[in-house]
């Protein structure tokens, strides 16, 4: 014989929710609240202790934030003094949230090192909030030899000591989600998007169309906008005459259209220009960009700044997670560039496992 579970109606006649899933609706909405009653001491990178000290100065009961001295020594190696542990050892059985940004070589290994020290002094839980994973693209080996840094980096982390609870890695719009599954042992990935941000920020605009440069960008972020009002556009490259590659429009219209792009990262930003041509070219009355890091190697930004050779956009917004370039960008009545601050975003997602 078939059981059938219950079907609850109001007495309007409309469905009403199982009182099995409003307990666990109950019991989820009371986990979330004891994570965000969670306090946390605040370590930081050097690019990430302006970040640190708004954090702490936002909600002071929750954060409190220690500074570090990242010192060298003549020959050239570290000299790192981590506040916190003297005269009073207020690091040891807390939970520790560490803000790293990985610049390069030299920092990550240094905020590495950092780590190890703080997972070696009986905390009670590590959290990385590394928002800009800078390895992501490296995932795959075609030709023999080639490191594929996204797996040693995964390595470095795996091997983290333990504390205990795994150590909880938090990144922002990963470009490739695979690399989540590198991590093993003592370290977790925690995925998050900066989406929500931008959607806000659209909030008060006359953006009516989302685009996105390859089909890459739509599989990683159409969803996100599912349900929203504004047309979608998927852009491409193809190859024409002469073995030349064309950014072209494959899918929607933006003719009359106020139209953001939208993309996890730029870096010499070429074909994001050439997509902007295309999309003004094809009737579209503004054209922005959105991109949730902004690394821009050798300030290549200047190019899409006002005056620029590839001034094609009306506004570039882009979040604060590769901070040492984006506190470089002008802002500000006239400019081109916005940054979207992730301060909320993090404290948000802080108490928040599954945002991607």
């Given at each position: 014989?078939?059981?059938?579970?219950?079907?609850?109606?109001?007495?309007?006649?409309?469905?009403?929710?199982?009182?099995?899933?409003?307990?666990q609706k109950i019991a989820h909405q009371q986990r979330?609240?004891?994570?965000?009653?969670?306090?946390?001491?605040?370590?930081?990178?050097?690019?990430?202790?302006?970040?640190?000290e708004r954090l702490a100065s936002q909600q002071p009961d929750r954060f409190t934030y220690h500074e570090t001295s990242w010192g060298k020594f003549p020959d050239g190696t570290d000299n790192i003094v981590v506040s916190g542990f003297s005269p009073y050892n207020l690091i040891s059985g807390e939970h520790v949230l560490f803000l790293a940004e990985f610049g390069d070589n030299d920092v990550t290994l240094s905020q590495y090192q950092v780590m190890i020290v703080l997972l070696q002094s009986f905390i009670k839980s590590?959290?990385?909030?590394?928002?800009?994973?800078?390895?992501?693209?490296?995932?795959?080996?075609?030709t023999e030899g080639t490191v594929a840094t996204a797996s040693t980096y995964a390595h470095l982390f795996s091997s983290l000591p333990s504390c205990g609870t795994p150590t909880r890695l938090m990144v922002y719009d990963l470009h490739t989600l695979q690399n989540r599954f590198y991590l093993h042992g003592h370290a977790v990935a925690s995925l998050h998007t900066t989406i929500p941000l931008l959607k806000r920020r659209l909030e008060t605009t006359q953006v009516d169309c989302i685009a996105f440069p390859d089909d890459g960008a739509a599989k990683r972020f159409q969803?996100?906008?599912s349900g929203s009002a504004k047309e979608i556009v998927v852009?491409?490259?193809t190859r024409g005459p002469n073995d030349k590659r064309t950014v072209k429009i494959q899918e929607g219209s933006v003719a009359g259209r106020h139209v953001v792009i939208v993309d996890d990262l730029v870096q010499t930003g070429g074909t994001l220009y050439e997509t902007g041509k295309v999309l003004k070219e094809a009737g579209a009355v503004s054209?922005?960009?959105?991109?949730a890091h902004a690394v821009f190697p050798n300030q290549s930004w200047k190019r899409f700044a006002k005056g620029g050779d590839r001034?094609?956009?009306?506004?570039f917004y882009v979040t604060?997670?590769?901070s040492t370039v984006t506190d470089q960008l002008p802002t500000g009545e006239g400019e081109v560039f916005e940054v979207l601050d992730l301060l909320d975003t993090v404290i948000t997602d802080l108490d928040n496992f599954s945002s991607l």
């Open positions: 014989m078939v059981t059938l579970e219950p079907h609850f109606v109001h007495a309007t006649g409309l469905p009403e929710e199982d009182p099995k899933q409003s307990d979330i609240r004891n994570r965000a009653s969670v306090q946390y001491q605040v370590i930081a990178s050097p690019a990430s202790a302006s970040l640190a590590l959290t990385v909030v590394l928002p800009y994973y800078p390895v992501g693209t490296m995932e795959r080996v075609t969803d996100s906008f852009c491409g490259k054209v922005s960009a959105f991109v001034a094609v956009f009306d506004r604060n997670s590769v």
